[in-house]
T-cell receptor, first 113, second 112 residues
Framework: DAGITQSPRHKVTETGTPVTLRCHQT?????MYWYRQDPGHGLRLIHY???????DKGEVSDGYSVSRSKTEDFLLTLESATSSQTSVYFC????????????FGDGTRLSIL | QKEVEQNSGPLSVPEGAIASLNCTYS??????FFWYRQYSGKSPELIMS????GDKEDGRFTAQLNKASQYVSLLIRDSQPSDSATYLC????????????FGQGTTLQVKP
């Protein structure tokens, strides 16, 4: 199994609070991704990173920010959580950009009340 | 908008039968495709990768790619109840961003 750890695995919080999810990898892969998965929408890319301090937006980036200060860590922050951000969040990693598959972490189940 | 399309199912097959899962894509420049299996409440797990036209076999799984028809499929032989899951098809777009485009997934039910 790819060495990917997401934390926390579960979180319940209130609307308006900041939330940070962490993805940690031990594979030294260059590419890292944050997805959310909701019924009826499948997997949707939030942000991704192609190197330390190099990030870009995905299709549903509004309300989210990311940071990558080290190869192994990719943080996803909800600056002011809203109920519409209740979802399951997956981190994925990839050795290279084109042609390589992505491998997923176990996910974080986030509930915003 | 580059897309990957899958029938959401559910696809129901009896135990021991061949399950056939299909996927079409719109980006003619796509070069690599992947099948993921996702059990309920779990994360997607890579089960097959395919890069060139034709068939690729791995145990009970066969992935098929037809770039001219923009069509990818996954065959599961001797289907088992443990194969019951959602299967996600994904492809790299033609741009070199590393982003995967995922289909909505097909739910497979294998009945004993």
């Amino acid at each position: 199994d790819a060495g990917i750890t997401q934390s926390p695995r579960h979180k319940v919080t209130e609307t308006g609070t900041p939330v940070t999810l962490r993805c940690h990898q031990t594979e030294n892969h260059r590419y890292m991704y944050w997805y959310r998965q909701d019924p009826g929408h499948g997997l949707r890319l939030i942000h991704y990173s192609y190197g330390v301090k190099d990030t870009d937006k995905g299709e549903v980036s509004d309300g989210y920010s990311v940071s990558r200060s080290k190869t192994e860590d990719f943080l996803l922050t909800l600056e002011s959580a809203t109920s519409s951000q209740t979802s399951v969040y997956f981190c994925a990693i990839s050795e290279s950009g084109q042609l390589a598959p992505q491998h997923f972490g176990d996910g974080t189940r986030l509930s915003i009340l | 908008q580059k897309e990957v399309e899958q029938n959401s199912g559910p696809l129901s097959v009896p135990e021991g039968a061949i399950a056939s899962l299909n996927c079409t894509y719109s980006d003619r420049g796509s070069q690599s495709f992947f099948w993921y299996r996702q059990y309920s409440g779990k994360s997607p797990e890579l089960i097959m990768s395919i890069y060139s036209n034709g068939d690729k076999e791995d145990g009970r799984f066969t992935a098929q790619l037809n770039k001219a028809s923009q069509y990818v499929s996954l065959l599961i032989r001797d289907s088992q109840p443990s194969d019951s899951a959602t299967y996600l098809c994904a492809g790299h777009g033609s741009s070199n961003t590393g982003k995967l485009i995922f289909g909505q997934g097909t739910t497979l039910q294998v009945k004993p």
